[in-house]
T-cell receptor, first 116, second 111 residues
Framework: KAGVTQTPRYLIKTRGQQVTLSCSPISGHRSVSWYQQTPGQGLQFLFEYFSETQRNKGNFPGRFSGRQFSNSRSEMNVSTLELGDSALFLC???????????????FGPGTRLTVL | AQKITQTQPGMFVQEKEAVTLDCTYDTSDPSYGLFWYKQPSSGEMIFLIYQGSYDQQNATEGRYSLNFQKARKSANLVISASQLGDSAMYFCAMIGGKLIFGQGTELSVKP
């Protein structure tokens, strides 16, 4: 079974631009979660999508948005990039069904975003 | 609110020795899951082991075992027979709708 894939792996953008990151989950997984990892803040939860609906949301400004398609693939968009948005963005997929505390999340390789 | 605490920013271990990475958690929810992930320098988070709050026995996966002490709210990871490839960041995490991570422990295995 193929793992979680993320594209692109690396991105360099300038302040004010916008960026879209893509995540393809493991086949059969319906939940996709996004995380931001920075040296200062560690790993922070952005949002989770399940069956094309946002099910959970972290404490990020509205510049960070996402969506999920009918095939469970997900995209994350960041508008009006700031220098502080430079980070490793990780996506994770899981079954997403009931009994959420037993739901193991499997991560992709990440997208490393640099904002200049 | 749920919280994960890892108090060891960095640790060293000799190759072939066992090492314990500490993790304590806080939650008021009776149903929760605890995870350990490994993150090599490449950045990918690799799932290692899971322990559910209702599991009676400690979880084991190959060289990894989880020392689960529910009353003390601790979920320490034990790696037996350390290998050079075990050098990485290790994160303890808890799930309650979303994964909450600790700050991580950087493990260095010495030859």
């Amino acid at each position: 079974k193929a793992g979680v894939t993320q594209t692109p792996r690396y991105l360099i953008k300038t302040r004010g631009q916008q960026v879209t990151l893509s995540c393809s989950p493991i086949s059969g997984h319906r939940s996709v979660s996004w995380y931001q990892q920075t040296p200062g803040q560690g790993l922070q939860f952005l949002f989770e999508y399940f069956s094309e609906t946002q099910r959970n949301k972290g404490n990020f400004p509205g510049r960070f948005s996402g969506r999920q398609f009918s095939n469970s693939r997900s995209e994350m968009n960041v508008s009006t990039l700031e220098l502080g948005d430079s980070a490793l963005f990780l996506c994770a997929s899981s079954w997403g069904g009931k009994g959420g505390y037993q739901d193991t999340q499997y991560f992709g390789p990440g997208t490393r975003l640099t904002v200049l | 609110a749920q919280k994960i605490t890892q108090t060891q920013p960095g640790m060293f271990v000799q190759e072939k020795e066992a090492v314990t990475l500490d993790c304590t958690y806080d939650t008021s929810d009776p149903s929760y899951g605890l995870f350990w992930y490994k993150q090599p320098s490449s950045g990918e988070m690799i799932f290692l082991i899971y322990q559910g709050s209702y599991d009676q026995q400690n979880a084991t996966e190959g060289r990894y075992s989880l020392n689960f002490q529910k009353a003390r709210k601790s979920a320490n990871l034990v790696i037996s027979a350390s290998q050079l490839g075990d050098s990485a960041m290790y994160f303890c995490a808890m799930i309650g709708g979303k994964l909450i991570f600790g700050q991580g422990t950087e493990l260095s295995v010495k030859p």
